[in-house]
């Protein structure tokens, strides 16, 4: 059999064993998508192919999360994927069709990416199967089937084949062809950026030891593919690295730690699977059995040729990526082992790596080398019948590869319909918004627990072409964890004219109210009267069967004087109405310390501030703290004595300049509230509002005096 035949037929096997396994959505592939992050999947890949026809412009600055920049790095790129799937966009101009397409090619590129190494590796079609296999329907794939960079895992295996060409060959070719699958597999999933070294390292390792090349030579080499790789990603870094300066992107210890593996979790397998379901007790993420049949072979590879490069190569990469995917502070049963991991130590000095949530999926890399270590043994087997027993020998083969099949085949693969156009309901709404001038949206109701409406919200950017303020990634921005949570002031009845204010304040020009969404008629009763009522803000709005789109003045906030200065603590003195013991928080210059009322906002709730010369009073400086968010005054007046009498600086919401601080400081954000020129002796802080539950909070308060 020819090199070609051999990789047609293994192409069109997995490609075959895919179609098995997702069976029905090869007579679906253009309408229905699996369900959860396939539409934010088809989205970056829609996003992707538009801005590769424009030579890339602008691709970082996705549709989603107004105003924030740089926004499709909240999540991965998938530009590994895009490469090879913008042209037929561009052609079909349907991104449900494509990412399924993609979807289906993810078991032929696994497949035939570790069939080729272990082709190479030990010379047999008949093993290099069983790996295929191992690697195509390992139950990790099943557990992550809404992932499709998590399916697109091919390139790994084939960079390590490449590897190990250039220490047979010695060809820098060979070795840059291990730094272009590299790549792919970065820009597939960011993850990879990291997981795939550690592979790499080892084998070049035990290569370099057992092949004792030249040291110069393949330094130069070496030298070589990583420029290529650096330039290769350095706009990508540069990207991420900018977004992360200003959004901060990283990842907590703990819920690092929450999204590593336990020891159990290898033995555990989700509801997903016919034979292996709700084995054990992990789930979603920790969901990693790799298959019994797996485990075997890999343990008789152990146990036979514990000698062979091959097993010692693949067993030091089985037990280097088990044991940091464990994270920072390893478990068993969920009960801390007692000592730090390696990986703690790598999250202390890898640039980066803190922005990886879950160690959990180096997994894939323990499970490649379980398949290279599961062809080793099915050979060690396969040899045991003797070269007169071919026959025998395909059979052994055949059952192999079915028993490895049938560990991973899936109950089902649930997939709904899509609307690519939107819903019914809302799609008469999207196409009238798609005429209207550009500017950004923002739709409602939102949610941060319901974030498959936060998908179609993002998705639906591709048919009216304007930015949201919604979304929903692998992060997500702070404006939309605050609206989208109960902190929201879309969640409060009396306060969805103060909402809308908060929009026009950071530059939002349109709203769109999915009416049939509300579950709490109430809120969606109040946010329509205040889009009727409200003609200061509201310039039209257009009701288009169960959905409205309100489109809104823009609103100009009072700037900042250009010259002011901190007036200091010590020149005044405070008292309060309530929690008088707690004022000295408000001066004391810890963010994390602050005073509050203890109780619901009354309305009844006054600082007042004695000020020992009189001054021109720029600006209140209110500072908020992330555990305090939902404790903004809900109707502030401001009130100046001066000589000629007392007067009102300012009264009403704080929501825009709330929305402006939390751009600027996601945790720590300020209140900025300008005031008109006055000559303030006592300068006193009214809240006037009332809420259910919130206190009134202030976790730092300074004011700013204008200077001539």
């Known amino acids: 059999m020819s090199t070609r035949t051999e990789a047609i037929w293994v192409i069109a096997g997995f490609t075959c064993l895919g179609v098995l396994i997702t069976y029905p959505l090869i007579f679906r592939l253009g309408t229905h998508l699996p369900n959860g992050d396939p539409v934010l999947t088809a989205w970056t890949l829609a996003w992707d192919a538009d801005r590769m026809r424009h030579g890339f412009r602008g691709i970082w600055d996705a549709p989603n999360f107004f105003p924030y920049r740089h926004t499709l790095l909240y999540s991965d790129h998938l530009l590994g994927i895009a490469f090879f799937t913008a042209a037929l966009q561009w052609v079909t101009a349907n991104p449900v069709l494509v990412y399924n397409l993609a979807f289906l090619a993810s078991f032929p590129l696994s497949g035939g990416g570790m069939y080729l190494l272990v082709r190479s590796l030990l010379g047999r079609r008949d093993v290099a199967l069983v790996a295929a296999a191992v690697y195509a329907c390992q139950p990790f794939r099943i557990a992550h089937a ?41 820009l597939t999933a960011s993850y990879f950026t990291y997981f795939s070294l550690l592979p790499l390292i080892i084998v070049g390792a035990v290569e370099l030891v057992r092949r004792r090349p030249p040291l110069a030579r393949t330094a130069a080499h070496v030298a070589v593919a990583a420029m290529v790789v650096g330039l290769a990603i350095l706009p990508i870094v540069y990207a991420y690295a900018e977004v992360r300066r200003e959004s901060g992107l990283r990842r907590s210890r703990g819920e690092i730690a929450i999204y590593s593996a336990d020891v159990r979790d290898y033995l555990s397998a989700g509801s997903e699977l016919r034979i292996w379901n709700d084995l054990g007790t992990g789930r979603g993420e920790h969901a990693l059995f790799p298959g019994a049949m797996a485990l075997l072979l890999a343990a008789v590879a152990i146990a036979t040729r514990p000698r062979s490069p091959i097993t010692v190569t693949y067993a030091l990469v089985a037990v280097a990526a088990f044991v940091l995917s464990l994270g920072p502070q390893p478990a068993y049963g969920g009960r801390s082992l007692g000592f730090a991991g390696p990986y703690a130590f790598l999250l202390r000095i890898v640039p980066g790596l803190d922005g990886l949530r879950a160690p959990a999926r180096l997994a894939v890399v323990f499970q490649a080398a379980l398949a290279v270590l599961s062809a080793v043994g099915a050979a060690w087997l396969l040899d045991r019948l003797g070269s007169r027993q071919r026959v025998a020998s395909v059979l052994v083969t055949a059952v192999i590869v079915t028993i490895v099949a049938a560990e991973g085949w899936p109950e089902n693969v649930r997939i709904s319909r899509f609307y690519p156009e939107g819903e019914p309901r809302d799609r008469l709404a999207y196409a009238y918004l798609k005429t209207l001038p550009a500017g950004a949206v923002m739709e409602l109701p939102t949610s941060v627990e319901r974030y498959e409406q936060e998908f179609i919200y993002q998705y639906m950017t591709i048919v009216h072409g304007h930015p949201v303020v919604n979304g929903h990634s692998g992060y997500k921005s ?8 109960g902190h929201s002031p879309f969640e409060e009845v009396d306060r969805q004219r103060d909402a809308l204010m908060m929009l026009r304040g950071i530059g939002v020009r349109y709203v769109v109210v999915h009416r049939w969404r509300y579950q709490d008629r109430s809120l969606l009763d109040a946010l329509d009267d205040a889009i009727r009522r409200s003609p200061d803000q509201v310039v039209a709005y257009q009701s288009l069967g169960e959905t409205m789109v309100a489109a809104l003045a823009p609103l100009e906030l009072p700037a900042m004087p250009g010259r002011t200065a901190l007036v200091p603590s010590n020149t005044f003195t405070a008292s309060a109405t309530h929690s008088a013991k707690r004022l000295p928080f408000l001066f004391d210059g810890d963010r994390e310390s602050r005073w509050l009322t203890g109780g619901p906002q009354s309305g009844t709730e006054v600082i007042r501030l004695d000020l020992a010369t009189p001054r021109d009073i720029a600006a209140v400086r209110i500072q908020m703290g992330t555990r305090s968010f939902g404790d903004y005054p809900r109707d502030l007046s401001i009130e100046a004595t001066e000589d000629t009498g007392s007067r009102v600086l300012y009264r009403g919401t704080v929501l825009p300049q709330f929305a402006r601080g939390l751009l600027n400081d996601a945790e720590y954000p300020y209140i900025d509230i300008v005031l008109p020129p006055n000559r303030t ?18 976790h730092e308060l300074q004011l700013l005096e204008r200077l001539p």
């Open 146 to 186: 809404a992932h499709l960079q998590w399916l697109m895992t091919g390139w790994l295996p084939l960079s390590l084949w490449a590897l190990h060409r250039y220490f047979s060959t010695r060809r820098l070719r060979d070795l840059l062809a291990c730094a272009a699958f590299f790549l792919l597999q970065s």
């Open 681 to 698: 002796r006592v300068l006193q802080l009214r809240q006037l509002g009332t809420t259910h539950g919130f206190f009134w909070s202030i």
């Open 478 to 485: 702070p404006l939309s964890m605050w609206w989208g949570s």
